[in-house]
Protein backbone atom coordinates (compact mmCIF):
# COMPACT_ATOMS: atom_id res chain seq x y z
CA UNK A 1 0.00 0.00 0.00
CA UNK A 2 0.93 3.29 0.34
CA UNK A 3 3.00 2.88 3.26
CA UNK A 4 5.38 0.30 0.71
CA UNK A 5 5.65 3.15 -1.73
CA UNK A 6 9.28 3.19 -3.47
CA UNK A 7 9.90 6.54 -5.05
CA UNK A 8 10.35 6.07 -9.23
CA UNK A 9 14.19 6.11 -10.00
CA UNK A 10 14.09 7.59 -13.04
CA UNK A 11 11.03 5.93 -15.33
CA UNK A 12 9.29 2.70 -14.92
CA UNK A 13 7.36 0.83 -17.25
CA UNK A 14 4.46 -1.81 -17.25
CA UNK A 15 2.67 -3.24 -19.79
CA UNK A 16 -0.60 -4.56 -19.91
CA UNK A 17 -3.38 -5.62 -22.17
CA UNK A 18 -7.27 -4.09 -21.38
CA UNK A 19 -10.07 -4.92 -23.22
CA UNK A 20 -12.61 -1.49 -24.08
CA UNK A 21 -15.85 -2.88 -25.70
CA UNK A 22 -14.70 -4.68 -29.03
CA UNK A 23 -10.76 -3.19 -29.02
CA UNK A 24 -8.09 -5.14 -27.13
CA UNK A 25 -5.28 -3.18 -25.85
CA UNK A 26 -1.82 -3.26 -25.42
CA UNK A 27 -0.92 -0.32 -22.86
CA UNK A 28 2.58 0.80 -21.51
CA UNK A 29 2.59 3.29 -18.38
CA UNK A 30 5.42 5.26 -17.93
CA UNK A 31 5.78 6.01 -14.13
CA UNK A 32 7.64 8.94 -14.61
CA UNK A 33 9.79 10.10 -11.79
CA UNK A 34 9.13 13.97 -10.45
CA UNK A 35 12.97 14.03 -9.02
CA UNK A 36 14.46 17.01 -9.88
CA UNK A 37 17.75 14.75 -10.77
CA UNK A 38 15.69 13.75 -13.59
CA UNK A 39 14.03 16.42 -14.89
CA UNK A 40 16.45 16.70 -17.79
CA UNK A 41 14.73 12.84 -19.30
CA UNK A 42 11.22 14.53 -19.43
CA UNK A 43 11.33 16.36 -23.16
CA UNK A 44 12.78 12.65 -24.51
CA UNK A 45 9.60 10.87 -21.83
CA UNK A 46 7.04 12.80 -23.05
CA UNK A 47 8.00 12.11 -26.77
CA UNK A 48 4.46 10.72 -29.02
CA UNK A 49 2.71 10.38 -25.47
CA UNK A 50 -1.12 9.41 -25.89
CA UNK A 51 -2.54 9.89 -22.34
CA UNK A 52 -1.09 11.57 -18.90
CA UNK A 53 -2.42 10.43 -15.25
CA UNK A 54 -1.26 12.29 -12.82
CA UNK A 55 -1.49 11.32 -9.07
CA UNK A 56 -1.82 13.09 -6.19
CA UNK A 57 -1.84 12.53 -2.59
CA UNK A 58 -4.99 14.84 -1.51
CA UNK A 59 -3.61 15.07 1.73
CA UNK A 60 -0.59 17.04 -0.06
CA UNK A 61 -2.37 20.34 -1.59
CA UNK A 62 1.22 21.78 -2.49
CA UNK A 63 1.75 18.73 -4.84
CA UNK A 64 -0.76 20.51 -7.24
CA UNK A 65 2.06 22.91 -8.33
CA UNK A 66 4.14 19.85 -9.30
CA UNK A 67 1.58 18.01 -10.98
CA UNK A 68 1.04 21.53 -13.03
CA UNK A 69 4.99 21.03 -14.28
CA UNK A 70 3.81 17.62 -15.06
CA UNK A 71 1.19 18.80 -17.35
CA UNK A 72 3.27 21.45 -19.33
CA UNK A 73 6.09 18.74 -19.70
CA UNK A 74 3.79 15.92 -20.99
CA UNK A 75 0.42 16.93 -21.85
CA UNK A 76 0.90 20.47 -23.49
CA UNK A 77 4.08 19.67 -25.92
CA UNK A 78 1.26 15.88 -27.22
CA UNK A 79 -1.49 18.46 -27.77
CA UNK A 80 -3.43 16.36 -25.29
CA UNK A 81 -7.49 16.49 -25.21
CA UNK A 82 -9.03 16.58 -21.65
CA UNK A 83 -10.23 12.73 -22.88
CA UNK A 84 -6.43 11.87 -22.53
CA UNK A 85 -5.86 13.30 -19.00
CA UNK A 86 -7.00 12.30 -15.47
CA UNK A 87 -5.90 13.52 -12.23
CA UNK A 88 -6.31 10.47 -9.82
CA UNK A 89 -6.08 11.74 -6.13
CA UNK A 90 -4.84 8.47 -4.10
CA UNK A 91 -5.78 7.97 -0.58
CA UNK A 92 -4.98 5.31 2.22
CA UNK A 93 -7.92 4.38 4.37
CA UNK A 94 -8.56 1.73 7.07
CA UNK A 95 -11.38 -0.11 8.35
CA UNK A 96 -14.35 2.26 7.40
CA UNK A 97 -12.28 5.41 6.86
CA UNK A 98 -13.29 7.31 4.41
CA UNK A 99 -9.91 9.49 4.08
CA UNK A 100 -10.69 12.50 1.95
CA UNK A 101 -13.97 11.37 0.59
CA UNK A 102 -14.85 15.44 0.26
CA UNK A 103 -12.05 15.81 -2.28
CA UNK A 104 -13.52 17.50 -4.91
CA UNK A 105 -10.08 17.80 -7.15
CA UNK A 106 -7.67 19.75 -8.06
CA UNK A 107 -8.11 23.92 -7.55
CA UNK A 108 -5.54 25.68 -9.65
CA UNK A 109 -4.48 25.44 -13.42
CA UNK A 110 -5.69 22.32 -13.47
CA UNK A 111 -9.16 22.23 -12.15
CA UNK A 112 -10.99 21.48 -15.53
CA UNK A 113 -9.42 18.19 -16.04
CA UNK A 114 -11.33 14.83 -15.07
CA UNK A 115 -10.70 13.55 -11.67
CA UNK A 116 -11.64 10.76 -9.51
CA UNK A 117 -10.30 9.76 -6.06
CA UNK A 118 -9.38 6.48 -5.17
CA UNK A 119 -9.49 5.38 -1.69
CA UNK A 120 -7.22 2.39 -0.69
CA UNK A 121 -8.71 0.03 2.16
CA UNK A 122 -6.12 -2.07 3.68
CA UNK A 123 -9.24 -4.48 4.67
CA UNK A 124 -11.08 -4.28 1.33
CA UNK A 125 -8.10 -3.42 -1.37
CA UNK A 126 -10.01 -4.90 -4.17
CA UNK A 127 -12.33 -2.28 -4.29
CA UNK A 128 -9.95 0.15 -4.71
CA UNK A 129 -8.78 -1.68 -7.36
CA UNK A 130 -11.83 -2.24 -9.23
CA UNK A 131 -12.68 1.78 -8.93
CA UNK A 132 -8.85 2.82 -10.25
CA UNK A 133 -9.92 -0.04 -12.98
CA UNK A 134 -12.64 2.39 -13.92
CA UNK A 135 -11.01 5.23 -14.16
CA UNK A 136 -8.11 4.24 -15.81
CA UNK A 137 -10.63 2.57 -18.82
CA UNK A 138 -11.86 6.27 -19.39
CA UNK A 139 -8.43 7.43 -19.22
CA UNK A 140 -7.23 4.72 -22.41
CA UNK A 141 -11.32 5.43 -23.95
CA UNK A 142 -10.41 8.99 -24.56
CA UNK A 143 -6.77 8.29 -25.60
CA UNK A 144 -8.07 5.20 -27.98
CA UNK A 145 -10.79 7.53 -29.78
CA UNK A 146 -8.60 10.53 -29.93
CA UNK A 147 -5.75 8.01 -31.16
CA UNK A 148 -8.66 6.84 -34.22
CA UNK A 149 -9.48 9.68 -34.98
CA UNK A 150 -5.80 10.60 -36.05
CA UNK A 151 -5.88 8.01 -37.82
CA UNK A 152 -8.82 8.52 -39.79
CA UNK A 153 -7.47 12.00 -40.48
CA UNK A 154 -4.34 10.80 -41.97
CA UNK A 155 -6.01 7.99 -43.99
CA UNK A 156 -8.17 10.96 -45.59
CA UNK A 157 -5.46 12.95 -46.16
CA UNK A 158 -6.20 16.07 -43.74
Known amino acids: LLSDYQPTTAVRIQ??????????????????????????????????????LLVIDPDQPTQEKELEQFYVNFAQPSSLTMKQCLVLGLSAASHDQQGNAGWTGLT?????????IIHINTNARDLGQKAASALLDKLLAGCLAQKKDKLEKAVMGE
Request: no cysteine.
Open 108 to 116: GKLKKLPSG
Open 15 to 52: ELGRQLGQDHLKVQLWDVSGSHQYQHFWEMLSKDVDGV
